[in-house]
């Protein structure tokens, strides 16, 4: 997906544009800043495009709601959107298909078409990342699909812009919770993903015209036990 900068935008990428703008109308300018440069510096439509019709969704870490929003407009999900930042839930995006719960993932129950995860792992802890994973999987229905989006450290040029831009982000603006800034490859976060028992695992970059490197992973539960 191209984003606004490049000489051909493309028709979604403006219709997004037009939703994440309106939706967040209504915040204050520095949380409707972030928002608008959190849309235009993230590829979600790829990830938001890869989810079945209608499906039920759960948004870990969701942040003001980028994802959630969109998942709901343009592909009808149904999302609960699990942010423990309360700073990002006071000026979330709202709407009726999206629910809001403040805390982590141990606070949600039940089982879900899908579970996203854009952009959080990162500030987990490496000796929580399977564990997270492992409880990702079982909230997940046999044959449900978990949407990983991170950043590549292999992509050198533009992960070294990527990091300089976090360090401003979380430690002069504290603009993120979590801790450590620790970014995997492909490789180990493909191993985690089989570790926690996704299977059909997919990896591919979606930085096209983004300065940062881009990486969405997909997997799934089995279907059979
Ligand atoms: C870079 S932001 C991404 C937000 C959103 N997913 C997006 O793509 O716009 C990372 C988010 O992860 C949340 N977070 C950090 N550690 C978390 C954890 N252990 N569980 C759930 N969310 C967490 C932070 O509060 C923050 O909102």
Redesign the pocket.
Same mark, same amino acid.
């Given at each position: 997906m191209t984003p606004f900068y490049n000489r051909r935008v493309p028709h979604g990428t403006l219709v997004g544009l037009g939703v994440i703008r309106r939706a967040s109308a209504g915040a204050p300018l520095g949380s409707r800043l972030h928002i608008l440069g959190?849309y235009l510096t %993230?590829p979600?439509l790829p990830a938001v495009d890869a989810l079945p019709p209608g499906a039920r969704v759960l948004?870990?870490?969701? *942040?003001? *709601?980028?994802?959630a929003r969109l998942a709901a407009e343009r592909r009808g999900a149904r999302v609960v959107a699990?942010?423990?930042?309360v700073r990002?839930l006071g000026a979330a995006l709202r709407h009726p298909a999206v629910r809001w719960v403040a805390g982590?993932?141990a606070c949600i129950r039940g089982r879900f078409d899908a579970v996203?995860? %854009?952009?959080?792992l990162y500030?987990?802890p490496a000796a929580?990342r399977d564990p997270?994973l492992a409880r990702l999987f079982d909230r997940l229905r046999p044959g449900g699909l978990l949407m990983l989006?991170e950043i590549d450290p292999d992509r050198r040029l533009k992960f070294f812009w990527n990091v300089a831009q976090e360090f401003v982000a979380i430690r002069v603006l504290r603009l993120?919770? *979590?801790?450590g800034l620790v970014y995997e490859n492909r490789e180990a976060l493909g191993r985690r993903l089989a570790r926690a028992g996704f299977v059909g695992v997919t990896i591919r970059a979606i930085d096209a015209g983004y300065p940062h490197p881009h990486v969405l992973y997909t997997a799934s539960r089995p279907a059979q036990p």
């Open positions: 959190r %993230c979600f948004d870990v870490g969701a *942040g003001h *709601g980028v994802f699990l942010e423990p930042d990002k982590f993932d996203a995860l %854009c952009d959080v500030r987990v929580e997270l989006k993120t919770l *979590g801790s």
